[in-house]
């Protein structure tokens, strides 16, 4: 069974650059077709995507974020990284990662992390 955890600062000051890492197990970030997500929900808001990783390592990101927004990955530690630069009161979310795959031509998250509370605040 495929779990994923997120970890990274549960505080991060604006203007700074907020770090996270998706630590997956019980598969492999490399397996062909699956797709590494960062999606995050915002206190009283619903869920927005913000980009991922294939597993060749290509990368996506929502038009909204993709000026700050970087994910990458470790494939000897199987963990996925997102940074997010330039971070204001507004990013204060909970973050997820979450597998994506294609089934039936419709792409559906079929594991997702617990989330990370991550709040931007002086």
């Known amino acids: 069974q495929v779990q994923l955890q997120e970890s990274g600062p549960g505080l991060v000051r604006p203007s700074q650059a907020l770090s996270l890492t998706c630590t997956v197990s019980g598969g492999t970030i490399t397996t062909s077709f699956d797709y590494w997500n960062w999606i995050r929900q915002p206190p009283g808001k619903g869920l927005e995507w913000m980009g991922a990783?294939?597993?060749?390592?290509?990368?996506y990101y929502s038009p909204s974020l993709k000026s700050r927004t970087s994910i990458s990955r470790d494939t000897s530690k199987n963990q996925i990284t997102l940074q997010l630069s330039s971070v204001t009161p507004e990013d204060t979310a909970v973050y997820y990662c979450?597998?994506?795959?294609?089934?039936?031509?419709?792409?559906?998250?079929?594991?997702w992390g617990q989330g990370t509370q991550v709040t931007v605040s002086s």
């Open positions: 990783i294939s597993y060749s390592g290509s990368t």
């Open positions: 979450a597998r994506g795959r294609v089934v039936t031509a419709i792409y559906e998250y079929d594991y």
